[in-house]
T-cell receptor
Framework: NAGVTQTPKFQVLKTGQSMTLQCAQDMNHNSMYWYRQDPGMGLRLIYYSASEGTTDKGEVPNGYNVSRLNKREFSLRLESAAPSQTSVYFC????????????FGDGTRLSIL | DQQVKQNSPSLSVQEGRISILNCDYTNSMFDYFLWYKKYPAEGPTFLISISSIKDKNEDGRFTVFLNKSAKHLSLHIVPSQPGDSAVYFCAASPNAGNNRKLIWGLGTSLAVNP
């Protein structure tokens, strides 16, 4: 009963390093999302994928790229990490019907020095 | 500009009493509202939702009330239990077909004291 699985759980990077955050869901959901959560800012959408093969920008896409590798997997890449990208990153997925909730992974805590 | 506002950052309630968490929104296009609960080091967990065609939805100890004219919703937890201590997020979505994007409030931290 895994749901949404994110790896890694923790990571420390140096400024300028690159990294890919992985997300996989086993609920056969069409839509997947990447959020970041910062103190006092709530959850902000970075990118989302409405279906396999499509991706769209969310509220704060700058500095990130995404890949919807297949229906199960949606990765988030930081090409050149910056201290402003220190955050907790959450992946979520949602079924096809409109009024269904998003289901979240447990997050990746990323620190950039 | 916060479209979804949770004006109380924290709330403390005695076990067995009612917890009332409030949420206000500004966008009249929102037609679907959700509450999520979040424990430390975990992802948000869906709690309950309500469509704008309803004014109340109940699930066990949890009830959400929607007042569209006031652009206000509230989550009632009765009776409150210590395990309910968590951060509660209100989220809202405009009518966007099958791929709804959510707009989130900043959360209210609920402490239920034994």
């Amino acid at each position: 009963n895994a749901g949404v699985t994110q790896t890694p759980k923790f990571q420390v990077l140096k400024t300028g390093q690159s990294m890919t955050l992985q997300c996989a869901q086993d609920m056969n959901h069409n839509s997947m999302y990447w959020y970041r959560q910062d103190p006092g800012m709530g959850l902000r959408l970075i990118y989302y994928s409405a279906s396999e093969g499509t991706t769209d920008k969310g509220e704060v896409p700058n500095g990130y790229n995404v890949s919807r590798l297949n229906k199960r997997e949606f990765s988030l890449r930081l090409e050149s990490a910056a201290p402003s990208q220190t955050s907790v990153y959450f992946c979520a997925s949602k079924g096809r019907q409109g009024n269904q909730p998003q289901h979240f992974g447990d997050g990746t805590r990323l620190s950039i020095l | 500009d916060q479209q979804v506002k949770q004006n109380s950052p924290s709330l403390s309630v005695q076990e067995g009493r009612i917890s009332i968490l409030n949420c206000d929104y500004t966008n009249s296009m929102f037609d679907y509202f959700l509450w999520y609960k979040k424990y430390p080091a975990e992802g948000p967990t869906f709690l309950i939702s309500i469509s704008s065609i309803k004014d109340k939805n109940e699930d066990g100890r949890f009830t959400v009330f929607l007042n569209k004219s006031a652009k206000h919703l509230s989550l009632h937890i009765v009776p409150s239990q210590p395990g309910d201590s968590a951060v509660y997020f209100c989220a809202a979505s405009p009518n966007a077909g099958n791929n709804r994007k959510l707009i989130w409030g900043l959360g209210t931290s609920l402490a239920v004291n034994p």
